[in-house]
């Protein structure tokens, strides 16, 4: 296994965060307040330009990830930044409860965190729930996915009632 990490990957990775970012090269000068022009970015996601530590940086905490995402053969930690993520609790308990359903186990699951994440924020109203970037990490390790699979997921099951933007 080859632990050594390429100019290649981290350009690469610094695409996909942007990306995953939903930032185009001209957003991330503008958000950066110019500090870091686009064609200079563009030239570092394309490894044709060198990607100083102190640069590196810098680019890690504009993007707010951990500086190690540059370097790890990890995926970039999928972030949803903006809108509202509102799901059907009384869909999700009707399945979880309905063993007939394909789905029963993972309506189990994802019943459990919800009922969690209603207590937590003691929001009682039963019927529906937002969900915060945080809750959707949360169900995105439970279900083993990135959090846009789980958004298709929940859209698909018709228990997605507002999709975040972004």
Do not use: C
């Not at 019927?127 to 279900?143: A, C, K």
């Amino acid at each position: 296994m080859n632990t050594q990490v390429t100019i290649q990957e981290v350009s690469s990775k610094l695409r996909a965060i942007r990306t995953a970012k939903s930032l185009s090269l001209s957003d991330v000068e503008v958000l950066s307040q110019g500090a870091l022009k686009a064609v200079v970015l563009g030239s570092y996601e394309r490894g044709a330009r060198t990607l100083s530590v102190k640069r590196a940086i810098a680019i890690a905490e504009l993007y707010q990830v951990p500086v190690s995402q540059l370097f790890t053969d990890e995926k970039p930690i999928e972030l949803v930044t903006s809108g509202k993520t509102v799901i059907d609790l009384r869909a999700i308990n009707r399945r979880a409860h309905d063993s007939s359903h394909p789905s029963h186990h993972r309506y189990q699951l994802l019943a459990r965190v919800a009922q969690r994440i209603v207590r937590s924020r003691q929001d009682w109203n039963g019927e529906v729930l937002s969900l915060r970037q945080s809750d959707l990490e949360t169900i995105g390790i439970l279900f083993d996915e990135p959090i846009s699979e789980v958004l298709n997921w929940l859209e698909d099951e018709r228990i997605l009632l507002k999709k975040r933007d972004g």
